[in-house]
């Protein structure tokens, strides 16, 4: 009896802290709302408390113990996406698949992956598929598990909701790369099933254009996905989700919703802001200003760089004591292997104020493919028209937008004047084109970097996920 009446006073008492944190979390996202729906601001903040205090509710089944063990058993965290598949979607929340496809351009073949992980909860088909796309030097790793394989970012929001997580082409390698990261050897993986030689990796770096990139990643999303989307394009893949609005197929899905996530705008708002934004800070990254290196030669991630603007104290192997440069240290040797950590050149030129590059990339892209002989025929005309779309994106056309940013990413976020701010002004961009839309900028006040995804996943997870639940409410 006496046994019993514990056990009821014991499940009572859960029951009665779960629905007070379960009412806590209502509040918070009450609260982000009403941040939100206040039009006249130029931007809102939610403060380090009530962010700290979000992400009841969005447990992992097993804790996320069958993923970490898949990651710890494989060389340097590298693990195959397609063994996650294979663990019962029961375990994990959601169900995971590993999806590739393989299109063509430019009279080549280009393989890019997504790990599609399709909620349990019966409620995600109310909502639109999150589809993440990794910057220029990441993949599909830092969105789905953090620095020490624990749950990432993407599995805590896949207790709510549908997620994609896009590799973007050449990014993702099987058992990832063994040669470090300043060996020339180490090649982005163009294609999944086979190595290829140096000269033509060279030669696909130097046409690697925002355009080839959208059409895999489109082939992804119509094949892969139905219904809504929000395409959330980190850092310099925020130019694939602007793009996304004018294609006639995924735009309609889209329904004139935008979120953005240390996103920034298109090279359009770059290169307005040289004229109209003079008083804005440049970006804090990790990229040095582009100049005339060769198209084929790979931008490659350093510490010194990360130093700059990415390593804060809530890394996950932040150790008491370290600086910047430590912590940048420690996370490229962490990532040295499942990580690419190199960038094509134009992904810089075409993310940037550079359109007057526009003729020496032609002179320089058509030298080098006079030099090789061009054995792939590859159409030079078709690349060059290409170039720099990212530089006419439209700015018009949006019902909803809201760009959320970390206090310390200094890419997008300027803590000391908010105003000056480069994500207040691209969105004072599109108030200007958009005169009845909602367009808003929420900023995270805990000290969160660019990477604040590895940082504070499971509150990102619960807060982005409010953010959603706001944007396609009535």
């Not at 509040?27 to 979000?54: C, H, M, N, Q």
């Not at 447990?59 to 970490?68: E, H, M, Y």
């Not at 207790?159 to 896009?166: A, D, G, S, T």
């Not at 359009?268 to 084929?296: F, M, N, V, Y």
């Amino acid at each position: 009896m006496t046994r019993g009446f514990g056990f009821g006073l014991a499940l009572l008492a859960a029951t009665t802290l779960g629905g007070i944190t379960m009412a806590q979390t209502d509040t918070l996202e009450r609260k982000i709302w009403t941040l939100l729906d206040d039009g006249k601001a130029p931007y809102v903040s939610l403060s380090e408390p009530d962010f700290r205090s979000l992400g009841a509710g969005f447990d992992l089944p097993d804790g996320g113990r069958a993923v970490t063990a898949l990651a710890q058993a494989a060389p340097g965290g590298a693990f195959d996406p397609r063994e996650v598949a294979k663990i019962p979607a029961a375990q994990l929340g959601y169900k995971a698949d590993w999806v590739v496809e393989r299109y063509r351009r430019y009279n080549l073949d280009w393989d890019i992956g997504a790990l599609r992980l399709t909620s349990n909860n019966p409620d995600a088909k109310n909502y639109p598929w999150f589809i993440v796309m990794n910057g220029g030097a990441a993949n599909l790793y830092e969105f789905f598990v953090d620095l020490k394989n624990r749950p990432g970012w993407t599995q805590y929001l896949a207790q709510k909701l549908n997620v994609m997580i896009i590799s973007i082409p050449g990014n993702f390698k099987y058992g990832g790369w063994e040669a470090a990261i300043a060996d020339v050897k180490r090649q982005p993986a163009y294609l999944l099933d086979r190595e290829l030689p140096m000269e033509e990796s060279e030669i696909r770096n130097a046409i690697y254009t925002n355009s080839l990139i959208l059409q895999g990643v489109k082939a992804l999303v119509m094949k892969h996905t139905t219904g809504d989307i929000l395409l959330i394009g980190h850092s310099t893949s925020g130019e694939i989700s602007m793009l996304a609005y004018e294609d006639k197929d995924m735009g309609p899905r889209l329904k004139g919703r935008y979120l953005g996530w240390g996103s920034g705008g298109p090279a359009r708002i770059e290169l307005l802001r040289t004229i109209r934004g003079k008083d804005i800070p440049e970006r804090g990254g990790a990229s040095p200003p582009t100049s005339q290196t060769p198209l084929t030669v790979l931008e490659r991630r350093n510490p010194a760089s990360y130093a700059r603007g990415y390593s804060g104290f809530l890394n996950p192997l932040y150790e008491s004591g370290m600086s910047h440069l430590q912590i940048a240290e420690a996370w490229l040797k962490a990532e040295g292997r499942r990580r690419p950590n190199f960038k094509q050149q134009l992904q810089n030129l075409e993310h940037g104020t550079d359109l007057g590059l526009k003729a020496w990339v032609e002179t320089e892209l058509e030298a080098t493919l006079k030099k090789s002989g061009n054995p792939w025929n590859i159409p030079v005309e078709d690349v060059e028209k290409d170039l720099y779309v990212t530089n006419f994106t439209r700015l018009d056309g949006f019902k909803r937008m809201v760009w959320t940013t970390a206090h310390f990413d200094r890419n997008h976020w300027n803590p000391e004047e908010p105003m000056k701010s480069i994500e207040v002004f691209v969105a004072n961009e599109y108030r200007a084109k958009n005169p009845g839309a909602e367009v808003r900028v929420i900023n995270w006040d805990p000290p969160m970097t660019h990477y604040g995804h590895l940082e504070l996943p499971r509150q990102l997870a619960n807060a982005h996920y409010s953010v959603v639940r706001w944007l396609v409410r009535p």
